[in-house]
């Protein structure tokens, strides 16, 4: 079996997701315990002790959301769709424990000026970075206000030069790969989101850019947050894995004797309810209890693929460079069987 490094991988004839791909162990840990292992980073200047951030979707990240993800030292954008961000700034009680919020292209000055006022970091929320507007807009609230910008999505690596020239500080990188996102279907773009992470990683390393990378959409499972970092990524961005949650907006329904909650894309009807086109799914997902629980569930599951891989830090994981592409047959091995 070829045992391939990043850049092998990033060559690979195929496009490549999550499931193609698995880390392979090469040495002899010297971890002693899962507990020992620092999964602290450093994303856009904050302290996080995982390197997980909450997706900007209404079904997702609100005020109560974002202010539980600081607390377990992980980050969250409040979405930009229901009132969450006129409550945010109509009370400074409400602000404290917000690191960051998002916003569309036509932000108003004064909330750009009140997010500014706070530190808040700023997420441009589109669907396409490659788009003369939204650089603009990054472009003017870099030149206007002392905030850091993250912008997004990319697919590759192409533009990233374009991107932090306008001066974005972190970009998202997927399109097409959210598991509510029917972009692919309806238009036919987008790539795996390995080979997505792996080519925009390598465009920012060959240039030297200075930029941070977060891993959006299609994250199932610890294990793809730890094959995102091994990848190159920064941080991953999280929407159906912590949708469901107590902490998530919405109302828990019961059906069918069970507990749900609803999750939904930002370009679905249920968000823009007028006949837009759509690129997003409505769903409902099982109640999950709290977000404490899937975070805690997160880190453990890091920390162990740390420990088999004798890295003791992130920044270690982000060096691994032993991966193997899977066989169909290979994937369906590693699913329990019932
Ligand atoms: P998930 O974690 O796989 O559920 O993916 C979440 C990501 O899907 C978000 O962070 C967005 O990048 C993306 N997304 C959210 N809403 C939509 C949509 O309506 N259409 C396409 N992509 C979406």
């Known amino acids: 079996m070829k045992i391939y490094s990043k850049q092998e991988l990033n060559n690979y004839f195929l496009s490549l997701t999550y499931d193609d791909i698995s880390i392979i162990p090469t040495e002899i840990s010297n971890v002693k315990s899962r507990t020992n292992i620092d999964t602290k980073s450093k994303f856009l200047d904050l302290e996080l002790s995982l390197p997980i951030i909450s997706s900007p979707m209404d079904t997702v990240t609100g005020i109560e959301m974002a202010k539980e993800l600081t607390n377990l030292g992980c980050l969250g954008i409040v979405n930009r769709f229901d009132s969450s961000l006129n409550e945010i700034f109509s009370n400074s009680k409400v602000v404290e424990g917000i690191k960051a919020v998002s916003v ?16 808040l970091i700023v997420c441009i929320d589109t669907a396409n970075a490659n788009n003369a507007f939204v650089l603009k807009k990054c472009e003017q609230i870099k030149n206007k206000y002392n ?3 993250i912008v997004g999505n990319i697919a590759a690596g192409s533009t990233l030069r374009d991107i932090a020239n306008a001066g974005a500080d972190a970009v998202r990188i997927g399109i097409g790969g959210g598991s509510v996102c029917t972009t692919s ?3 036919g773009i987008g790539i795996g989101q390995i080979s997505s992470i792996l080519d925009v990683y390598f465009a920012r390393e ?3 850019i200075n930029i941070e990378l977060i891993a959006d959409g299609g994250i199932k499972n610890p294990g793809d947050i730890t094959k995102a ?3 190159g990524a920064d941080a991953v961005m999280l929407g159906r894995m912590l949708a469901g949650t107590k902490e998530t907006p919405g109302e828990v329904i019961k059906y069918n004797d069970q507990l749900w909650k ?10 823009k309810m007028k006949s837009e086109f759509i690129e997003g799914e409505e769903t409902l997902v099982p109640y999950k209890g709290t ?6 569930t997160i880190s453990d599951g890091l920390r162990s693929a740390m420990s088999y891989l004798n890295c003791n830090s992130i920044e270690e994981l982000k060096k691994i460079n032993t991966f193997a592409v899977l066989s169909t047959s290979s994937y369906l091995e590693r699913l329990p069987r019932k």
């Open 104 to 119: 569309n292209l036509n932000v108003e000055d004064s909330l750009l000026e009140k997010i500014a006022e706070n530190n």
């Open 147 to 149: 905030v850091k910008v």
């Open 185 to 187: 279907i309806q238009t």
């Open 206 to 208: 060959e240039q030297k």
């Open 229 to 231: 970092i091994a990848c």
């Open 262 to 271: 609803k999750y939904r894309g930002s370009a679905s009807f249920g968000v």
């Open 291 to 296: 977000v404490r629980n899937v975070i805690n």
